[in-house]
């Protein structure tokens, strides 16, 4: 079997289970072969050897039973590097990318700040702290944390981010850990990295005592626990933990938007990622708790996802 015949068996098995068969096939293949763009279009007449084309149409088999394509690759791209996922995480989607965006805006500013008042001190000490909660794969605070620390390099800054990854998963953790060695390299001492970062488990603040935090991003559970059963069948393949927010979807939103306040130096931000019609309810949960300048941004479709506010 060549390469065309094999992604166009691909894109037939997989079939209606899939809005994007051939797209699903063709990242199946070349994730498999190790093939980027033009070396699998090069490849299109070449045979594919037996062991090979087996194991991929095995693994398309699973796309067609309701697995997601990231689970089966075990990797998704986000903002700027490639995550591990696995069926402990939520997969890592281009609308989060909108969160980031805004973080960064709202950190970077000070962290050069910062980072300009202690330019003439020898001492190499955190000049911003972030908490991911709800981390997941850490794609949110680590892609925050390596941007800020790029700045710090780009101004040749000392000092460094601190950040802490916090989940209720095991399972999660451990993958955030995978990613935060990957991405960020070691930590240990701090002196050595423009990132010091650690991974906690536990219920939500329970994982971080009184520390205080400059930011703090969270991705929570945030859907209706009645609507789960309806969502497309690879949604309903990824950690329930991860997506079920109770009967109004606001379980733990409004159990972090509570907390959050007692966790942020004055002046800290959160922004908080959350369902496309739950906007003005999560800025009135904000502004009850004693958030200032809050506002809702939309996503890449123009739908409510971010809520931003400040202490």
Known sequence: MTTEQLYRECSRVIGNASDTPALDARIIIQDALGLDDSAFMLKGPHEVPSIDAERILGMVHSRRDGTPVAYITGHRGFFMDDFLVNEST??????????????????KPITLYKADNIAHTPVNRPLFSILDLCCGTGCIGISLAKTLALELEKHNAG?????????????????????????????????????CWKVVTGDLFSTVGDSLFDI????????????????????????????????DGLDAICRIVEDAPKHLVTGGWMLMEIGFDQGDAVKRLFASAGFVDVCVEKDLGGRDRVVIGRI
């Open 159 to 195: 000092g460094f981010i601190e950040l802490t990854l916090s989940d209720i998963s095991e399972g999660a953790a451990t993958v955030c850990r995978q990613n935060a060695s990957n991405i960020l390299g070691a930590c240990n001492p701090c002196k050595r990295s423009k990132v």
């Open 216 to 247: 703090i991003v969270t991705n929570p559970p945030y859907i209706r626990s009645d609507v789960i059963p309806t969502l497309d069948e690879q949604v309903r393949n990824e950690p329930l933990l991860a997506l079920d927010g109770g009967d």
């Open 90 to 107: 939520l997969i890592p989607r281009a609308d989060t990318e909108v969160l980031v965006e805004h973080a960064i805006s709202k950190s």
